[in-house]
């Protein structure tokens, strides 16, 4: 009787780890990386130009080498740029 629970709450927790990889998919691809749009300490992930490496350390709003992820079709309506500066 214990290998049958065991079974079952396996192929439970598989079933629900596959549905939120699913959705954390699905989500990846309603949004996009949108350049100078971060408010301070708001940033998704490192710089661009290298002053940091994580997210949640870019130090002033808007700086055109952070970025964060916003809505898909949102991000030159809020001001932002599609690609880092160059």
Same mark, same amino acid.
């Given at each position: !009787? /214990? =290998?049958?629970? *065991? $079974? $079952?709450?396996?192929? $439970?927790?598989?079933?629900?780890? $596959? %549905? !939120? ?9 309603? +949004? #996009? =990386?949108?350049?100078?749009?971060? =408010?301070? %300490?708001? &940033? ?14 870019? +130090?002033?709003? &808007?700086? @055109?080498? /952070?970025?964060?992820?916003? *809505?898909? %079709?949102?991000? #030159?309506?809020? %001001?932002?740029?599609? *690609?880092? @500066?160059?």
């Amino acid at each position: !009787m /214990e =290998k049958r629970h *065991a $079974l $079952l709450a396996s192929a $439970l927790v598989a079933a629900c780890t $596959l %549905g !939120m990889s699913s959705a954390h998919a699905a989500d990846d691809k309603a +949004k #996009e =990386k949108c350049f100078g749009v971060a =408010k301070a %300490g708001q &940033n998704d992930c490192a710089s661009t130009t290298g002053a940091h490496s994580c997210a949640g350390q870019s +130090k002033k709003d &808007n700086d @055109p080498s /952070e970025w964060k992820y916003v *809505a898909k %079709g949102t991000c #030159e309506k809020m %001001g932002g740029k599609m *690609a880092a @500066p160059k």
